[in-house]
C-alpha cells in the first residue's frame, strides 16, 4: 500500500526529474519504512513525504533544465526555447485545426452531402487531428535530449533515441531557412542533421559551419507544400470534395484540390527540393527528425498523391454525368 502511494505521488513530479532523482527516493522511502516502524514513525514518514510534495512539485515544475552551451562544444536547447518548438509544432497549428475542420464541414454541408455522414466523418477527423496534442510531454522531452556535438572534423547530433555523427568530408550543403533553422545534409537523404534557431549559441555554431561548407539562404521553396498547415486544410476539404452533391462545389473543389495534388507530385519527384524543406517538415510535425525526409522518396509518396487525384477525377466525372 505504501509503495502504491508513493508511486502516485510520484506522478506529480516532472518527467525529467522523475528520471533523474527517481531511484533515489525510491531507496530513500525503503530506509524509512525500515527504520520508521510503528505508527508514529509511518505518520511522521507520510507527513514529511506529503508536506515535500506540495512545496516540491510546483518548484520543480518551474525549474528549467540546466541546458546551455557546454565546454566540451555542446549546444542545447533552454526550457524556453522547447517551449517554442511546441509552440512551432502545436499550439501554432490549433487555431488552423478546429478552422479547417469548421470550414470543411459547413463546405460540405452547403454543398448538400448527407448531413449525418459529414458530421461523423469530421467529428472522426477532428479526432485526429488532436491526438496529436496528447504527444507534448514526449514531444517536449525528445527535444530536452537534444544536443550538438561540434569537434575538430565531426559533428554529433544526439536527440531522443536518435544518434548521428557526420564527417566535415561527408556534409555537401548548408541549407538556411529563415526563422526555422539549419538543415546539414550529405549525399544520403536519410544521414542530415536539423539546428534549430532557438538552440543555445545558434549563432556562434551557424559561423563555425560557414567554415565547412558555403550557407545557402532559403525561404522555404517547398514550404507552403510540405507545411502541416497547408496538409490539413487539405485534409479537411477533400472529403467534402468527396461528399457533397452540388456539380458546382465538386469543380470548384476539385480544382482547388488537383491543383495543390499536382504540386504534391511534383515535389516529389524533384528530389533535391524534397532535401532544403525537411528542416520545415521536422520543425513542423510532432516528433519528426530530418532522417524522416526519406519517406519523401518512398512508394506511397508517389502513390497516395495519384490515387486522390483518381478519386478525385472520378467524383468530377460522376458529378457532371
Known amino acids: 500500500m505504501s509503495e502504491k502511494i508513493f508511486r502516485w505521488l510520484l506522478r506529480f513530479y516532472p518527467r525529467r526529474f522523475r528520471c533523474e532523482y527517481g531511484d533515489a527516493m525510491w531507496q530513500l522511502l525503503h530506509d524509512r519504512l525500515r527504520a520508521e516502524a510503528g505508527i508514529p514513525g509511518r505518520a511522521r514518514l507520510w507527513l514529511d513525504l506529503l508536506l515535500d510534495t506540495v512545496v516540491a512539485v510546483p518548484r520543480e515544475h518551474r525549474r528549467p533544465p540546466q541546458l546551455a552551451v557546454s565546454g566540451s562544444g555542446g549546444y542545447r536547447l533552454s526550457e524556453q526555447a522547447v517551449a517554442e518548438m511546441v509552440r512551432r509544432s502545436h499550439i501554432r ?32 477527423l477532428l479526432l485526429f487531428f488532436m ?15 537534444y544536443e550538438l556535438v561540434l569537434q575538430e572534423g565531426r559533428i554529433q547530433e544526439k536527440h531522443a533515441a536518435r544518434s548521428l555523427t557526420l564527417d566535415k568530408a561527408e556534409i555537401t550543403r548548408l541549407v538556411e531557412t529563415r526563422g526555422l533553422g539549419i538543415a546539414i545534409q550529405t549525399g544520403d537523404p536519410r544521414k542530415s542533421i536539423w539546428v534549430p534557431s532557438v538552440v543555445n549559441g ?27 498547415s497547408g496538409f490539413q486544410w487539405i485534409v479537411a476539404i477533400y472529403p467534402a ?61 508517389w502513390v497516395i498523391p495519384v490515387v486522390l487525384m483518381a478519386l478525385l477525377i472520378g467524383k468530377v466525372v460522376l458529378a457532371l454525368r
Not at 485545426?97 to 448538400?112: F, P
Not at 511534383?266 to 519528426?288: E, H, I, M, N
Request: charge should be positive; aromatic fraction near 10%.
Open 93 to 124: 497549428q490549433f487555431p488552423a485545426v478546429i478552422l479547417s475542420v469548421a470550414a470543411g464541414l459547413l463546405i460540405a454541408l452547403v454543398g448538400d452531402a448527407p448531413r449525418w455522414p459529414s458530421f461523423g466523418v469530421y467529428g472522426l
Open 131 to 145: 491526438t496529436s496534442l496528447r504527444g507534448i510531454g514526449r514531444f517536449k522531452d525528445g527535444w530536452r535530449t
Open 202 to 228: 545558434y549563432e556562434e555554431l551557424r559561423l563555425r559551419l560557414t567554415d565547412w561548407a558555403p550557407l545557402e539562404q532559403r525561404s522555404g521553396p517547398g514550404q507552403r507544400f510540405t507545411n502541416h
Open 241 to 301: 470534395a468527396m461528399m457533397v452533391r452540388s456539380p458546382y462545389f465538386v469543380v470548384a473543389l476539385a480544382a482547388i484540390l488537383g491543383m495543390y495534388l499536382v504540386n504534391v507530385m511534383r515535389v516529389v519527384r524533384l528530389q533535391r527540393t524534397l532535401l532544403d524543406g525537411a528542416a520545415v517538415r521536422t520543425a513542423s510535425v510532432p516528433g519528426s527528425d530530418p532522417a524522416a525526409t526519406k519517406s519523401f522518396s518512398s512508394p506511397a509518396a
